[in-house]
């Protein structure tokens, strides 16, 4: 709205003027502070971090920074049972598109269109991801790194395993990072009121008190008895593996397929135990709770994405202490 605009304006009707977009942010519902402050923090890391790098290759001392005015969440989408949250982004010298999972940032300019950016970013990401890195966030990488590192590694010896004793050694590989589980779940204190600890490397009798602790009750026998078989069956597999002589690439990735998918498993109940995590929030009943780790805190956090509860466990009600929505 221009001021020559305004100013022909001569009766009651008046078209309001265009509200500054760092004052929007007050007028969204239906988006936590914290969501839009990590895509805050996201954008105006990654343009700066861009614009740095120009100062220093063209020498010009007048690039503008960059700051984010308004960030909105437009929709979230699951495809292939991972969930996208797109966001609209305005800041002080561009437009973007910022998508979640992992977030990645696309200019509005290029990208015109929403739906063609998220085709094209689950495109992206399904091409990154088919490549081996060490799997998890910040949150796992706190205290399961070596477990992680030593699986990524037996992943890579697969890529490139074409004789026995390529394959044995991912047979190797996997128990160590098997026994490698059990120690850093151990350090990490997770475990410290337990009478007659096992031995730090007795894998099977560790894992029994991380099923243990989480998957309790009645209702969770089928589902302890089977974290249990596939922790005795893959632990004997790779066991098995280390010395066959007769081993194949088939049973290489057997083993490997197995250790990745109990470690899976088994680092979720962790990492729920870690942050006293309940199931469900204790305030909405949903099951949408989520685990992060905050390095300013330095503590595990679990989060109901629904109505915003969040802390940690409370032993006395078995509900997340609720803060601020
Ligand atoms: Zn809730």
Redesign the pocket.
Known sequence: MTDKRTDEVTDDCIIPLEIPKTELRNLVVHQSEDDVQDIVDYIEWQCNTKRERELEETGKTDLEQEEVQHAEKIKTERVIGTDYSVWDVHTNLNRWWVITNPTNLYSQVLMPSLDYTLSFHIGLMARVQARREIAGADELHEFLSTTQRKIYQAQLTFDSADEIEDFQAIGLQCREAMISFTREVVAAGLFDDIEDPPKKGDFLSWSEHVIGARAAGGAAEYVRGYLKAICQKSWQLANWLTHAKNATRADAALCLSATEHLTHELISLALKSKSRSPEQ??????F??NVTWRPDEEEYIAL??????EGNWNASSEV?T?DEP
Do not use: H, I, L, T
């Open positions: 929030c204790g305030r909405c009943n949903s949408k709770v109901c994405e629904m109505c915003g509860a997340p609720a």
